[in-house]
């Protein structure tokens, strides 16, 4: 590993997000995901993107503890965000473009399975993964249970990992 890659990591800290990171968590993933994934939906697939990230019963459900986010920081700067629903289903996982290819995501998968297996007493995540990151979750384990299909205009490949 380099020095400049080495460096970045060991300035990178997990935790739990709080309710003042909201806002810039949601950020970051819509964002993160204008560059890199809305190119492959249509109109009705960024649309319906928008108004999840934005859904103020999702904010509240992350209020009351039932939607937990975690965040990687780079210097106090949220550069990562990972979150959980409905059980064992990955919700977001989003890194900062500047960020990427550093293991960021990779850590946020971990936390969160393991977070999956030793209080919510799962097996396995399930994740509906976007064109972009179908190759990244399979070469962290995850394995696909069905071809793409396109839910609401938003093209996804439900995929599996089982911890």
């Not at 859904?55 to 700067?77: E, N, Q």
Request: glycine share 8%; proline share 3%.
């Amino acid at each position: 590993m380099d020095n400049g890659k080495a460096s970045l990591i060991s300035r990178i800290s997990y935790e739990w997000a709080g309710p003042e990171d909201w806002t810039e968590a949601m950020s970051l993933v819509w964002s993160t995901f204008m560059e890199f994934e809305a190119q492959d939906y249509g109109e009705e697939g960024v649309g319906h993107f928008f108004e999840f990230i934005t859904d103020d019963d999702l904010h509240k459900a992350f209020l009351r503890g039932a939607y937990p986010v975690l965040v990687a920081r780079l210097d106090g700067k949220i550069v990562g965000v990972g979150s959980v629903r409905s059980g064992n289903r990955l919700s977001l996982l989003f890194v900062a473009k500047e960020c990427h290819k550093n293991g960021i995501g990779t850590e946020l998968i971990d936390r969160l399975c393991r977070y999956l297996r030793d209080i919510c007493h799962e097996s396995s995540m399930i994740v509906k993964a976007a064109p972009y990151a179908v190759e990244f979750y399979k070469k962290i384990g995850f394995v696909p249970l069905e071809p793409e299909r396109n839910i609401s205009g938003i093209r996804v490949t439900t995929m599996e990992l089982i911890f």
